[in-house]
């Protein structure tokens, strides 16, 4: 088994706002000395990990990522007959195992990624509790778990700063992806029409807006330590096999959702570059450092990208054990086959 999975990926997106910063904008970075859209990690990742590729694959073997534990649990409690302070009271309780709960409130102050296998104890031990009406012992608020099958918290980590011992180091590094070439955000001035004005006396628009939006071909890169996904996962290699392939057709297949209806940002890489092997990981990001700038992006991103992962191994000896890649401009390579390659 390779320890290390790594992948490298080209999408192209027409104009869009795939992920927007504070401003309503699409995030940039400055690289190489011009300016480049972004999508950052943390949207790449959300929006993998709820995508329906993620549940149709791994339906039961998915987290919940939340604050509001203390509300679902109050919930429960008051519809199975639970007087409502006695509910509140115990649903903190219950809350606050997963971190420190909020003044007056049900909520608990950072997000908790909680697995199916805490969220069925806590499930139960809030039946108990109604059944019986009184209020959790210690012993019953043992609720955190270890090696949980919840692949999202094997693959992304948990931290939870009140419980360190039950924190899990990520398996899988995700790096924000970046234009392969420099971009100029631009602005959509738009209206929108009331179809019930006949124009007979206001010929005006019923809206006015601005939407920014930029187009750009996307390198993202992704880095699976598929040792720690397994000793994660509780040793259970079949679990993180299913995964890593449900990880890697997320990351090919799923767009971020940033406007989406406004602009039909849906799009599959164009290339794909996997590699597995023991070695020390490496990005290519730096083969975009110089901006791409032909008007042929799409080929010439591929071919430097490819040229700097050569080069890579003519200076430091084979970067990777094994290669596969796919190229949907050209129609080279397959994508099942892709699938089996990383599997192996």
Same mark, same amino acid.
């Given at each position: ?161 009140? *419980?360190? !011992?039950?924190?899990? #180091?990520? &398996?899988? %590094? =995700? ?9 100029? /955000? ?106 791409? *700038?032909? !008007?042929?992006?799409? #080929?010439? &991103?591929? %071919? =430097? ?9 003519? /200076? ?29």
């Amino acid at each position: 088994m390779s320890k290390f999975i790594q992948l490298h990926l080209l999408t192209s997106y027409a104009p869009s706002n795939l992920n927007r910063d504070d401003l309503g904008r699409p995030k940039t970075a400055r690289m190489g000395g011009s300016e480049r859209l972004r999508v950052s990690s943390q949207s790449l990742k959300r929006n993998w990990r709820v995508s329906d590729l993620f549940e149709q694959s791994l339906g039961e073997n998915i987290g919940t990522r939340t604050k509001r534990l203390g509300t679902q649990v109050f919930n429960q409690l008051t519809e199975l007959g639970t007087a409502e302070k006695q509910a509140k009271a115990w649903a903190i309780e219950i809350a606050g195992v997963f971190g420190k709960g909020k003044k007056d409130s049900l909520d608990i102050e950072q997000l908790a990624h909680i697995s199916p296998e805490e969220m069925q104890a806590v499930t139960s031990l809030a039946t108990t509790l109604a059944t019986e009406n009184r209020g959790p012992d210690k012993e019953e608020l043992a609720l955190l778990r270890r090696n949980a099958s919840a692949v999202d918290i094997a693959l992304f980590g948990r931290m939870l700063a009140s *419980s360190p !011992e039950f924190n899990c #180091e990520a &398996a899988c %590094q =995700v790096a924000h992806a970046i234009s392969v070439h420099g971009v100029a /955000v631009e602005e959509d001035y738009f209206t929108a029409v009331d179809d019930l004005n006949n124009a007979d006396s206001d010929l005006g628009a019923a809206h006015i807006g601005e939407a920014a939006f930029a187009a750009a071909l996307f390198y993202s890169y992704v880095c699976i330590d598929k040792e720690l996904l397994v000793n994660n996962l509780g040793g259970d290699l079949e679990l993180a096999n299913k995964a890593i392939a449900a990880l890697v057709e997320a990351a090919v297949k799923v767009s971020p959702k940033g406007k989406q209806n406004s602009f039909a940002s849906r799009a599959y890489a164009s290339f794909v570059l996997a590699e597995k092997g023991d070695q020390q990981p490496r990005s290519l990001s730096v083969a975009f450092l110089k901006p791409i *700038s032909g !008007e042929n992006q799409a #080929e010439d &991103a591929v %071919q =430097v990208l490819q040229r700097q992962a050569d080069n890579f191994d003519k /200076v430091y000896g084979a970067c990777a054990d094994g290669r596969y890649s796919v190229n949907a401009t050209t129609g080279e390579g397959s994508f099942e086959q892709l699938k089996t390659f990383i599997a192996d």
